[in-house]
């Protein structure tokens, strides 16, 4: 987007308008906290404001600023639709395809035609969107959201929520600013965010140090099911239904739980396969470190996408099928893998 574009954005929220902030089925921090604060700053210029999630959150989130203000599009649909009918600018966040809402929300998104602004930093971005500030570079929707602020020169507008929420996204999408799109950038813009008030160690506590027993037991039996396939330098997890159900399994459980396959020494790709019989699907999660496209690997062969090094996807066969489908991929992508 040129600076032109940037203007226009500033000069249509000049004035009041009903507008609507989208993000993707299954928030994560990023989706949530990108959502939060575009939502507290337009506020701020007497908006008709909303922020629309396909499904609720994980609970360690739930207690961002203004998170119960949420309209969650599968309990409260007839509220959503009729707020996305009559909205003016729809911004969508931290995804760039819109079937990325899930099958029932997009049907309402298809019947409507609002003037789309879309910031995000997935690749391969769709063409939806009047404005699309789109950087696959950046760390996290949070940061492009600071960004955007920053271009329209309002940064001034910041408060201790704004701050809190753009906070929690940076953290979670960088892994705690250990993934390697953390640039000096990032932390140059997190330094100001706690100048502005975000509480760095209570945010961290907040989002991570709430686990359940349940939810280790889980892990533990994450671990467990854990196969490595030392040719592709590659290692996988897979829970079961069964599995999941006899740890009392929340949304949110499995968070990061992949990240263990891929701490294994030589490994550089890695999954988690996840069923979900409600949906009738296999959820997957690919991770690697390094030039492996997980993004490309999801897109072409499991109905997904994402970035170079975190992406997700889903199968719709049983999951031993899914398992067997993936191991016998992986010969096709030996050069890459045995680097
Ligand atoms: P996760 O494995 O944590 O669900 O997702 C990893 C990354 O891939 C996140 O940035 C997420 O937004 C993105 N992602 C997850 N599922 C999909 C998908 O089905 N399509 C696309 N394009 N991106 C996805
Ligand atoms: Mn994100």
Known sequence: MNIE???????????????????????DGDAYGSSLALYLYLLKFDHEVTVISPNDCPDFLKWMPSEKEIVIFENETKKASDLLKAAE???TLDFNALHRVGERMLKTLE?????YIMIDHHQQPDDYAKFSYVDPKVSSCCQMIYQFVEKIEHLSYLDTDIATCLYTGIMTDTGSFRFPATTCETHNIVANLLEAGANNSEIYNKIHNVSTYNRLQLLGKALQNMKVVEKYRTAYITLSQSE???????????????????????VIF?????????????????????????????????????HTNAAGGRSEVSLDKTEKNFIDLLPLYQNELQK
Do not use: C, W
């Not at 949304?251 to 739980?257: A, L, P, R, S």
């Not at 997980?294 to 996408?305: A, D, I, L, Q, Y």
């Open 5 to 27: 574009d940037f203007q226009s954005i500033k000069k249509l929220l000049s004035k009041p308008k009903k507008i609507v902030i989208v993000t993707h089925r299954n928030p």
């Open 89 to 91: 600018i729809v911004f």
């Open 244 to 266: 999941l159900n006899m740890f009392k399994f929340k949304k949110g459980d499995t968070e990061g739980f992949v990240n263990y396959a891929l701490s294994l020494e030589d």
């Open 270 to 306: 890695a999954a988690i396969f996840i069923e979900d019989r409600k949906q009738g699907i296999i959820k997957i999660s690919f991770r690697s470190v390094g030039d492996f496209s997980v993004n490309e690997f999801s897109r072409k062969h499991f109905n997904g996408g994402g």
């Open 111 to 115: 019947k409507i035609d609002p003037l």
